[in-house]
T-cell receptor, first 117, second 113 residues
Framework: DAGVTQSPTHLIKTRGQQVTLRCSPKSGHDTVSWYQQALGQGPQFIFQ???????QRGNFPDRFSGHQFPNYSSELNVNALLLGDSALYLCASSLWTGRSFYNSPLHFGNGTRLTVT | GENVEQHPSTLSVQEGDSAVIKCTYS??????FPWYKQELGKGPQLIIDIRSNVGEKKDQRIAVTLNKTAKHFSLHITETQPEDSAVYFC????????????FGTGTRLQVTL
């Protein structure tokens, strides 16, 4: 049973550039969420995708955008990179039961370490 | 928005001892309380969760207690082993939108021989 997979594992970018991170959810899951984890901090919610639409969004600027594909995989795009965007980006998946995520806790991937220089 | 405080930030125990990590939250509407373990170079792994209609839940050496009145919940690990060494995060959410979790700042647990 494949868990959540993310690519690439590490990435180095320059300020002002754009980056795309990729995620494949755990088998059987249909919902993908993205989190940013700064060094020494807990993960912070960026947004959630379900049925190819952004359903919820955390307190992140519009430079952060995403996409979900028909096979439930997802991309996170960050434009105009800032030094402060350096972090571990985590993808998490779950299953929408039609009423809630009550029986489907989040499963996280191992993340993409983004360094902005 | 929700604010989750977690203590202590670091915890060192001897193998076989118990470890307790505590979290408080601010939003009384929160009704889902998971705990995650994060090892070096890996993503967070769910170790136990509890919902607001339950006061306590146990899974082998791990237990979580919830006090909704006081808005705090705790993780208890008994008979600690070296492989328990990791960073532990508490989080809160709503079962209707459980993808959006608010995490604490983490506790680095070190189990020494």
């Amino acid at each position: 049973d494949a868990g959540v997979t993310q690519s690439p594992t590490h990435l180095i970018k320059t300020r002002g550039q754009q980056v795309t991170l990729r995620c494949s959810p755990k088998s059987g899951h249909d919902t993908v969420s993205w989190y940013q984890q700064a060094l020494g901090q807990g993960p912070q919610f960026i947004f959630q995708y379900y049925e190819e639409e952004e359903r919820q969004r955390g307190n992140f600027p519009d430079r952060f955008s995403g996409h979900q594909f028909p096979n439930y995989s997802s991309e996170l795009n960050v434009n105009a990179l800032l030094l402060g965007d350096s972090a571990l980006y985590l993808c998490a998946s779950s299953l929408w039961t039609g009423r809630s995520f009550y029986n489907s806790p989040l499963h996280f991937g191992n993340g993409t370490r983004l360094t902005v220089t | 928005g929700e604010n989750v405080e977690q203590h202590p930030s670091t915890l060192s125990v001897q193998e076989g001892d118990s470890a307790v990590i505590k979290c408080t939250y601010s939003d009384s509407a929160s009704n889902y309380f998971p705990w995650y373990k994060q090892e070096l170079g890996k993503g967070p792994q769910l170790i136990i969760d509890i919902r607001s209609n339950v006061g306590e839940k146990k899974d082998q050496r791990i237990a979580v207690t919830l006090n909704k009145t006081a808005k705090h919940f705790s993780l208890h690990i008994t008979e600690t082993q070296p492989e328990d060494s990791a960073v532990y995060f508490c989080a809160t959410g709503y079962t209707g939108t459980a993808s959006k979790l608010t995490f604490g700042t983490g506790t680095r647990l070190q189990v020494t021989l």
